[in-house]
C-alpha cells in the first residue's frame, strides 16, 4: 500500500537546478508517483547553519511504497554538504 509524504528541502541559497534535479531523481529511483514540487523561496534560518543564514525552502509532496523513509535519511546524510537541512513527514490517511 502507498503512503503519502512530504518532503521539505533546505538548500544554499547559491544553489541552481542540479541540486533540485538530484532530488527529482532520487524519488524517480523510489519509484515515488503523484510527486508535486513547490518553491517555497528563500526564507531566513532561525540560526546559522553552515555559515548560511537564509535558505531555499523546496517542498515535494509523493506516494511512495515501502521503506522510503530509511532510504532518504541515508540518502541525505551521504549528502549533508550539498543540503542545509530536510524533513520528512508521512501523512495519515482519513
Not at 36 to 61: C, M, N, R, T, W
Not at 72 to 86: A, G
Request: glycine fraction near 4%; hydrophobic fraction near 35%.
Amino acid at each position: 500500500m502507498k503512503s503519502k509524504y512530504e518532503l521539505v528541502v533546505v538548500l544554499k541559497t547559491a544553489t541552481d537546478d542540479k541540486q533540485k534535479q538530484v532530488i527529482k531523481d532520487l524519488l524517480k529511483k523510489l519509484k515515488a508517483t503523484k510527486v508535486s514540487e513547490k518553491d517555497l523561496g528563500v526564507q531566513a534560518l532561525a540560526y546559522p547553519i553552515h555559515k548560511q543564514d537564509q535558505g531555499l525552502y523546496i517542498k515535494y509532496g509523493f506516494e511512495a511504497e515501502g521503506n522510503v523513509k530509511l532510504k532518504i535519511d541515508n540518502f541525505f546524510y551521504l549528502n549533508k554538504d550539498k543540503f542545509l537541512r530536510y524533513l520528512l513527514v508521512r501523512q495519515d490517511d482519513k
